[in-house]
């Protein structure tokens, strides 16, 4: 165990290096959110309880995960065009760590384009529960751990085949995205579109993240999002940890 934490912590360290190097790339991957968010978002009407924002953003920061945690595995497909990643595989590092500290690095940049779409927000009326937003952020960056790790387990599958990956991420992608109710609510949706979204693992994601920002700390939606973002995490990291022993 030891061993695993040490080498968890250098393959984390070094995924993180070149985010510290360069942070603006932390804006790119917020294009696609940030179009939704100033194209979309003006065209929902205020709710009963104020902004419309308040309904709006914790599905935007969700979003920006979803993008961003998808798309982490062409990385991964870089490293193995170039030569890295096998000389990863023949360092004396553990192959769980390879895994596990690539995912965990997911969290950083979640964290901050979290932050930034906040900051962002905040002038035109969102408010945020300060202590709901610090346990949203754990729970988003759970849920990108998982995430992180299908991605990369994605890449491994596909191996030098990059229109493969993109394939699967886009196909898969907008799906989980409409479902989860990011943009639109289904509650009044049709009873087949409703069932589909109770098998998406991201709308109760979704559903915890509008309720901790909007100060709804104990509740079954924020228990039930935590318990689908832990599910998540674990089931990718499992995932993630097989293909990189297969690798």
């Known amino acids: 165990m030891t061993t695993l934490v040490a ?12 985010l510290l190097r360069n942070p603006f790339s932390l804006v790119f991957s917020m294009v696609q959110p940030l179009f939704f968010l100033a ?24 979003m920006s995960c979803l993008f961003a945690g998808s798309t982490t595995g062409s990385n991964l497909q870089y490293e193995m ?19 596990v500290g690539r995912a965990l690095k ?72 409409l479902l989860a109710g990011m943009l639109l609510p289904i509650e009044d949706g049709p009873g087949w579109l409703r069932t589909l979204a109770a098998f998406n693992p991201l709308t109760y994601v979704v559903d915890a993240e509008r309720a901790l920002f909007n100060g709804e700390l104990a509740s079954a939606t924020v228990a039930q999002g935590a318990v689908a973002a832990v599910a998540v995490a674990l089931g990718g990291l499992w995932v993630g940890i097989r293909a990189m022993h297969r690798a």
Request: no cysteine.
């Open 106 to 177: 997911e969290i950083v940049p979640v964290a901050g384009q979290a932050l930034l779409i906040v900051a962002i927000t905040l002038p035109f009326g969102f408010r945020p529960d300060p202590v709901g937003m610090v346990l949203g952020l754990l729970l988003i960056g759970t849920f990108s751990v998982g995430l992180g790790a299908l991605s990369y387990a994605l890449a491994l599958a596909s191996k030098n085949q990059e229109w493969l990956f993109w394939t699967v991420q886009q196909t898969l992608l907008f799906p989980l995205l």
């Open 39 to 62: 194209l979309y978002g003006p065209l929902l009407p205020d709710t009963p309880g104020g902004s419309a924002l308040q309904w709006f953003v914790p599905g935007i920061i969700v």
């Open 81 to 99: 065009q170039t030569g890295a990643h096998e000389r990863m595989l023949v360092s004396p590092l553990g192959r769980p760590a390879l895994i």
């Open 7 to 18: 080498d968890t912590a250098i393959v984390f360290t070094r995924e993180l290096r070149p």
